[in-house]
């Protein structure tokens, strides 16, 4: 008997010492009562209890949470009804005021949330409650942390999940959005086709342009190479009227010589004058033609001035002596070198001018101005071809005695 005693106060004794030692996991805070009055606070370890007399009323959660409520119902300044939904984050700081300030800190914590959600969004509109989430969710922060200090609680942050309109509105609101994306195109339209037609109008005002000045430009070189080409007609105009002035005084000082050097007397000359008279005469457009009846005469006195009278009474002519560049002038000539074709330098350069002026870019520079090219073209025609211009023979004046 004695024994079975024993045994049971040894199992009360145990088991009484089992319900004295309590473990509190990390992250966790239980709130101790003695006799039924809040003694302390403990976490995250072992701790002993007065068997029969402390206990534990409550082990709360100290880690930080995040608590997503339903959507609520929220009527704004321009009386249209959205739905919000709220996430808060919070934490408990003193497990006893949670546990003895309010009845159920949860529950608080949503009314509390709704009731300044719906403060806040009801002066705002529409229009500001979608664009002014960061506030909204700043005084929403605010007020909730100093509505639950007194519970022991710190709100983290308050997050606007989503704010639905009524279908009517996003109804409204989709079609507003599309009117304004349209008119976003309409504007990126127009402004394309302004800046198309800009461009374009620039673009043929840049061509007109080019064409104006490759017109101007045509126009200058025609002139300039109608110019050189007066210039050259000019030019070949008053050599070729001087090189015949020169050829015909040059072939009256070979006829001059050559009658020198032939000895002519006055009885040839009456013998050709009579040998031509029959030519006048064959000429079919006249129908008469005269002889001088003087012609005895007037060789004659020819005779008596150019000749000598001899011994007999008779004048006879004598030819005078002829120099010898009398005699060169007769003789026979290099004639030649009259018909030499090739480039004269002068014309070289003026064609190597008209050249370059034709072949000149529109906006580059006059090639006039700096003429290397012309230059070296010149320097080479000369350097291949001898002078080749008609040597101008020097006339020499007929003089008295030379008659």
Do not use: C
């Not at 949670?98 to 969004?121: C, F, M, P, W």
């Not at 001088?292 to 030819?319: C, H, I, M, W």
């Not at 014309?347 to 529109?362: I, Q, T, W």
Request: no cysteine; charged share 30%.
């Amino acid at each position: 008997m004695g024994a079975i005693v024993a045994t049971v106060i040894i199992i009360l004794v145990v088991a009484i010492l089992f319900s004295s030692i309590k473990m509190i996991q990390q992250g966790e805070a239980a709130v101790i009562e003695r006799l039924g009055r809040y003694t302390r606070t403990v976490s995250g370890g072992v701790t002993l209890l007065v068997p029969f007399i402390d206990r534990v009323r409550q082990r709360v959660d100290t880690r930080e949470r995040v608590v997503s409520f339903p959507p609520q119902a929220v009527i704004t300044q321009d009386n249209l009804t959205v739905a919000i939904d709220i996430v808060v984050t919070f934490q408990i700081n003193d497990p006893a005021k949670a546990i003895y300030g309010v009845d159920n800190y949860l529950v608080g914590v949503e009314q509390i949330s709704v009731a300044t959600l719906r403060d806040v969004v009801g002066g705002m509109t529409l229009e500001e409650t979608l664009t002014s989430r960061e506030t909204i969710n700043r005084r929403l922060r605010g007020e909730l942390d100093a509505a639950t200090a007194k519970w022991g609680l710190r709100i983290s942050r308050v997050e606007l999940k989503a704010i639905d309109p009524p279908p009517s509105i996003q109804q409204s609101m989709e079609m507003q959005m599309k009117a304004d994306r349209e008119k976003r195109a309409m504007i990126l339209t127009a402004e394309g086709r302004r800046e198309s037609d800009i461009k374009t109008a620039e673009g043929e005002k840049q061509a007109r342009i080019l064409s104006a000045e490759g017109e101007k430009h045509a126009a200058i070189l025609s002139a300039e190479a109608e110019r050189q080409a007066m210039i050259l007609r000019a030019e070949g105009d008053r050599a070729a009227k001087y090189l015949s002035a020169q050829g015909e005084a040059r072939a009256l000082q070979k006829v001059n010589a050559a009658i020198k050097s032939s000895g002519v007397t006055p009885e040839l000359l009456a013998y050709q004058y009579l040998e031509k008279l029959p030519e006048i005469a064959n000429n079919e457009a006249a129908t008469m033609w005269m002889i001088p009846s003087q012609l005895g005469d007037s060789l004659e006195q020819f005779a008596k001035a150019f000749a000598n009278k001899d011994d007999d009474g008779v004048f006879r002519y004598e030819t005078s002596s002829v120099d010898q560049e009398t005699k060169e002038m007769a003789g026979v000539e290099d004639t030649d070198r009259w018909f030499d074709t090739s480039t004269d330098p002068e014309l070289a350069k003026a064609l190597a001018e008209a050249r370059a002026v034709a072949n000149k870019h529109v906006d580059a520079p006059d090639p006039t101005m700096d003429r290397p090219e012309i230059e070296s073209a010149v320097t080479a025609s000369r350097d291949l071809e001898p002078r080749t211009r008609v040597q101008e023979p020097v006339v020499k004046p007929v003089t008295e005695q030379d008659s």
